[in-house]
């Protein structure tokens, strides 16, 4: 009797997603079709339900619009979905494909996760010319010497391992032009702290998050308003506190009554 090898085939990371789908599925007591009803409902277009049923069987990464309209419908948590399929992408696909949805990277200061820090890399690369391997390994020769082996980068690439602190700041030279030393270059360098952090079971906090838009989504102006207000506070000069302005009060009066009972000296 033959063995059905497609189960060992398949990437860890895909097994993982489509499980945590239906576990997700199963928490909300719904059907593929009440699924459909409702994602229907919502984007006032017909979703069929046979697109939730294959998004997970576990067989082949779902597109991520369809993990979103899934995770939407049960109420899970997209952040923790977007975590996942990111990993299971990075599993599947090889160094030298583009990324699968159109939205841009963090920007290396928002950066925390070895995720965010491999999409930002990939993005680099892609929005630099999309150089192949064995381009950058020659770029990067230094002395005869490449800081950027094929073998190192297409694993790092490819998700399976994270960067050295060394091989990302040669990539990010060889690819964007960041020079060592420059203020970008260091902040390259505390993302990767960041990102290992993390890795450790260390998270390290940044100045702030900032949430990147959809394709075709304006920037969102509230958050730039509150950002400059809260600078505007900064600004202004500290006001007394109440409780200083009542005890200045309280002494001017004692003083008062101490010169009123003491009467005009001399008399």
């Keep these: 009797m033959g063995c059905d090898t497609s189960a060992l085939a398949t990437p860890g990371p895909v097994v993982e997603l489509a499980q945590w789908l239906q576990s997700l599925r199963r928490l909300s007591g719904l059907s593929y079709r009440q699924m459909a009803q409702l994602s229907s409902d919502q984007t006032n277009q017909q979703v ?59 920007p290396p200061q928002y950066i925390c996760e070895p995720l965010e820090l491999l999409d930002a890399m990939r993005a680099l690369r892609f929005a630099h010319g999309n150089k192949t391997l064995r381009e950058l390994e020659v770029a990067a020769v230094d002395g005869g010497v490449s800081y950027l082996p094929r073998s190192s980068l297409g694993a790092v690439l490819s998700g399976k391992r994270m960067p050295s602190k060394t091989l990302l700041l040669n990539f990010v030279k060889v690819c964007g032009g960041v020079e060592p030393g420059s203020p970008t270059a260091l902040l390259w360098e505390q993302a990767w702290e960041r990102a290992d952090a993390y890795r450790r079971g260390r998270p390290m906090r940044t100045a702030g998050r900032q949430r990147q838009p959809e394709q075709g989504e304006q920037p969102d102006s509230a958050g730039l308003l509150s950002n400059a207000a809260s600078t505007a506070r900064q600004d202004q000069p500290a006001r007394p506190s109440r409780w200083r302005q009542l005890a200045g009060r309280l002494v001017l009066q004692v003083l008062e009554a101490s010169v009123h009972l003491a009467g005009p000296s001399g008399v």
Excluded at 68 to 95: F, I, M
């Design 48 to 106: 069929p339900h046979l697109r939730f049923f294959q998004a997970d069987r576990g067989n082949r990464l779902p597109a991520w619009r369809v993990v979103q309209d899934y995770v939407r419908v049960c109420n899970g948590d997209l952040r923790h979905a977007e975590r996942l399929w990111k990993k299971a992408e990075a599993a599947t696909v090889s160094p030298d494909a583009r990324p699968r949805r159109q939205r841009s990277a963090l």
